[in-house]
């Protein structure tokens, strides 16, 4: 006799299909109305706070993404909990296709191709934004190609309500892909659709290029550069991309939000219009302006003329192997503001009166000046001693912040590291005080709390907690100035033991 099949509400569960942050994914099938869906489930242990917490983000998510009706979303048939095992799921729309990451997988793609991707994407971005809702995670993995050419932007899991009592994530906290995440995004500031359109561009990037734009070994370098550094012009790696394209990526992945699209349906209407083979509407007036290192208007008027290039092999550009081997590009190509424009006009001008002063230009002989009666040797000034140079002070040591560790565990013994940017800064022996709880249950608690030096800057924090053949790990990204404390709220949970981190 076959066994009756494993269900979750009333979907049995037909096989595993992927696992993520917010839980298991499962092929399953719809018996009440006889189609196969996909069944994404939490199985909750315990009611303590931080499960009470993600149970909340599961649900906000469920209701989010059901409140979004696109053809370029995912759809959601049900959510509930399973009354026997007290798991929480959401029924999705089974989608069967590739993801971008595994199209991405297989080398760059053609421009045109990726613009096809983007278009629809951005639509569906722009519906979500109208809505109240960012998805905060927009990446490769998160996109899907059906087999009929539909793309679908999937996992809404860490989007946030846009309105004050719906947010989910507190001041402080990162929640998102470091590689494809807007600047303000990773500074944990607040974020609205242009978060989205960012992170969208950044895919585009690395779909064109076959390189991620913020590539870096590790997280504070990536969040680093997303912040701080313009990536490498796609043109570099492919030649031929038309300059529009290159202007609207530009325009796209400015670091400062209010000079980005402030709409995704903005940038997607760029993009059809390069597609059709049109100037892009919101970037046409736009210059290319690509400024390498050490370069300046200045030096550019002052060169030396060069031979112009072949109008058959048009200019060379060097071969890309290795973003960090290049040097840096001022990245969005943009023509400067007009007051900037006449802000360097006015400094080159100044600079080209200033040489034209230094040359020593021919000239007549001086006139000889008229005959003066020498002055009496007593009248003579005596000469003033040249005072001696008084020495630059030297610049204050800066101090460095204050990283606060306040670690609470339900364990006997144990070894707790905190790693700052993959090196060991401590590492410490836990114990724990045994408790009696309903005269039945022995349980333990324990308290660590002790603070380091950090420099001032970004910052990739890991604790790694050891028990018995047990390890945890969990790591968390973290800005700290100069002087000042910043306390890292850390804990283990007592049934299902997970590490949560979280800033205070």
Not at 277 to 301: K, T
Not at 363 to 392: I, K
Not at 421 to 440: C, H, N, S, W, Y
Request: charge should be neutral; glycine fraction near 8%.
């Amino acid at each position: 006799m076959a066994e009756p099949p494993v269900t979750i509400g009333r979907y049995e569960i037909v096989r595993e299909i992927g696992r993520g942050g917010m839980g298991v994914v499962y092929e399953a099938r719809d018996p009440a109305l006889d189609r196969t869906i996909a069944l994404k489930v939490i199985q909750q242990a315990g009611r303590d706070e931080a499960a009470r917490a993600f149970e909340e983000r599961f649900l906000a998510e469920a209701r989010i993404a059901a409140a979004l009706q696109h053809p370029g979303i995912v759809v959601v048939h049900d959510v509930g909990r399973d009354a026997a095992t007290g798991a929480l799921f959401i029924a999705l729309e089974l989608l069967r296709g590739e993801t971008l990451a595994d199209i991405g997988a297989k080398g760059p793609l053609d421009w045109r191709s990726v613009l096809r991707l983007a278009a629809p994407a951005a639509r569906a971005l722009h519906h979500a934004h109208e809505h109240g809702v960012v998805h905060r995670d927009v990446k490769p993995a998160n996109i899907m190609v059906l087999p009929s050419g539909e793309v679908k932007v999937t996992d809404f899991g860490i989007a946030r309500l846009e309105s004050a009592h719906n947010r989910l994530t507190t001041t402080g906290e990162f929640i998102g892909t470091p590689l494809y995440t807007a600047p303000e995004q990773a500074k944990t500031e607040d974020v609205d659709g242009r978060a989205d359109v960012f992170s969208l561009a950044s895919v585009a990037y690395t779909l064109l290029t076959g390189q991620a734009a913020f590539f870096a070994p590790t997280i504070p370098g990536i969040v680093h550069r997303v912040v701080y550094e313009e990536p490498v012009p796609p043109s570099r790696y492919v030649p031929d991309l038309p300059h529009d394209l290159e202007r609207v990526l530009g325009h796209a992945l400015e670091k400062d939000p209010s000079r980005r699209y402030p709409t995704a349906e903005a940038l997607a209407e760029d993009v059809e219009d390069l597609l059709a083979g049109l100037p892009p509407r919101h970037v046409a007036g736009d210059e290319l302006v690509v400024v390498g290192e050490g370069d300046s208007p200045l030096a550019s008027l002052l060169a030396p003329v060069t031979q112009p290039p072949s109008p058959t092999t048009g200019p060379a550009r060097p071969q890309v192997s290795d973003t960090r081997s290049l040097p840096a590009r001022r990245f969005p190509w943009r023509r400067p503001p007009r007051m900037g424009r006449i802000a360097v006009g006015v400094a080159v001008g100044l600079a080209l009166i200033a040489l034209l002063l230094w040359i020593p230009w021919p000239h007549a002989a001086p006139s000889p000046a008229p005959t003066q009666a020498p002055r009496a040797a007593s009248a003579a000034r005596p000469a003033r001693p040249t005072p001696a140079p008084t020495p630059a002070p030297r610049p204050a040591a800066r101090e460095p912040g204050r990283l606060r560790i306040d670690f609470d565990h339900p364990l006997r013994r144990g070894t707790l590291r905190v790693f700052v940017d993959d090196e060991l800064e401590l590492e410490q022996r836990l114990m724990g005080q045994q408790t009696t709880k309903a005269l039945v249950f022995k349980m333990h608690e324990g308290t660590f709390r002790d603070e380091l030096d950090v420099q001032p800057g970004l910052h990739e924090v890991r604790l790694e907690v050891r028990w018995d053949d047990n390890v945890k790990t969990e790591r968390i990204v973290g800005s700290f100035q100069s002087g000042a404390t910043r306390t890292l709220e850390a804990s283990l949970g007592r049934i299902r033991r997970d590490l949560n981190l979280e800033w205070k």
